[in-house]
């Protein structure tokens, strides 16, 4: 008499051994690749974040520009600086042109560890103030330019930033125009 026998034979429990690590491997190629993405895309936000701060705070003190420092860049023989320093008003919705007391020396550069720098020093007082506006880890660039035929006192700005997360780099660009409105550096 035949007995049925019920059970797994040493082939079929190797087969389901093996069937079973390839797709623990899958998932963990899987779980690798979607954080890796995730990293890579929350870096490349980030450097966006800064350079759209950075960029807001460029627009919103050249707006009360009262005279520019290097007004040099404004001519047709040099087009491009990495540094950008005016004075303008300490208080950007309180424009007073005709009151000195009030104002600051900003001044735009790359800074000691590749950073994206703010210098703004009170005029009266001395007193100096650094902010970091990119991080260094970024590697940001600047430019600060004028393009021949444009209006008298449009600056044009552009900021890069590499983003590096895990096996790709990535570039982020912002690049925009501002008008000097207080200030007639080229007429």
Known sequence: MLREKSGLTLVELITAIV??????????VGYNFLFAQIKSDMERGNAGLQIAYAMESIHRHTLSAVSVKNASMFTDSKSNAPVFCFVG????????????????????????????MLNATNTTSGLTTNETLVDGRYKPQITFSYVSGNEPNVLT????????????????????????WFTNVKE
């Open 89 to 116: 008003e300490q208080d950007v919705y309180n424009i007073t042109p005709n009151k000195d007391n009030d104002n600051l020396d900003y001044c735009y550069y790359l800074g000691p560890g590749d950073k994206l």
């Open 19 to 28: 069937l079973g690590g390839v797709v623990m491997a899958a998932a963990m």
């Open 157 to 180: 700005v552009l900021i890069n930033a590499t983003a590096i997360a895990g096996r790709s780099d990535t570039r982020v660009s912002k690049k925009e125009s501002m008008r000097l």
